[in-house]
């Protein structure tokens, strides 16, 4: 393991409180990704960023911020506006190479919000 | 659109029997196909991918560009092998990865 980190591995926030979570990468990859896990919904995807200071929207973006001001990090704020924030946070980046999509992930943050 | 249908939510089977988890997509050009699985408080991790065209930890997945399908299989099933185990399709241009909903898989003893 090593890699891509997340921390930290539990949040608790109370509703109406803005959550950030970490996510640092050491392989050198340009692109990372936020995704969301739900049981029976699989991994669907928050935001991603192909280079530094550029990122896009995903599937399920509303709610949710994000910055990639280095390389090596980038951080997801869960805002109040998302209804539904308790879930299982996933990281990974990717080479970002024409010839692999291939991506690495992280460990997970698991968020619960009362 | 692009889309990664994996239509078992849960699949059980016994130990020492043959298993395949199903897994199709929609994509008309020439995809990247994966397997990720993760285990039981472990992070999710590749399992293999198409081009590759290797077995690992008893497990193997040919794309059918016919079919657009690339189930994952292997012979005989292991208790280790319990996890859930994701598809995922990457494209040219993309510069992502579409995942399915994921297959539990449950291994009897």
């Known amino acids: 393991d090593g890699g891509i980190t997340q921390s930290p591995k539990y949040l608790f926030r109370k509703e109406g409180q803005n959550v950030t979570l970490s996510c640092e990468q050491n392989l050198n990859h340009d692109a990372m990704y936020w995704y969301r896990q739900d049981p029976g919904q699989g991994l669907r995807l928050i935001y991603y960023s192909q280079i530094v200071n550029d990122f896009q929207k995903g599937d399920i973006a509303e709610g949710y911020s994000v910055s990639r001001e280095k390389k090596e990090s980038f951080p997801l704020t869960v805002t109040s506006a998302q209804k539904n924030p308790t879930a299982f946070y996933l990281c990974?980046?990717?080479?970002?190479?024409?010839?692999?999509?291939?991506?690495?992930f992280g460990p997970g943050t698991r968020l619960t919000v009362t | 659109a692009q889309r990664v249908t994996q239509p078992e939510k849960l699949l059980s089977v016994f130990k020492g029997a043959p298993v395949e988890l199903k897994c199709n997509y929609s994509y008309s050009g020439s995809p990247e196909l994966f397997w990720y699985v993760q285990y039981s408080r472990q992070r999710l991790q590749l399992l293999l991918r198409h081009i590759s065209r290797e077995s690992i930890k008893g497990f193997t997945a040919d794309l059918n560009k016919g079919e657009t399908s690339f189930h994952l299989k292997k012979p005989f099933a292991q208790e280790e092998d319990s996890a859930m185990y994701y598809c995922?399709?990457?494209?040219?241009?993309?510069?992502?990865?579409?995942f399915g909903q994921g297959t539990r898989l449950t291994i009897n003893p």
């Open positions: 990974a980046s990717s080479r970002n190479s024409d010839s692999s999509y291939e991506q690495y």
């Open positions: 995922a399709l990457g494209f040219q241009g993309a510069q992502k990865l579409v």
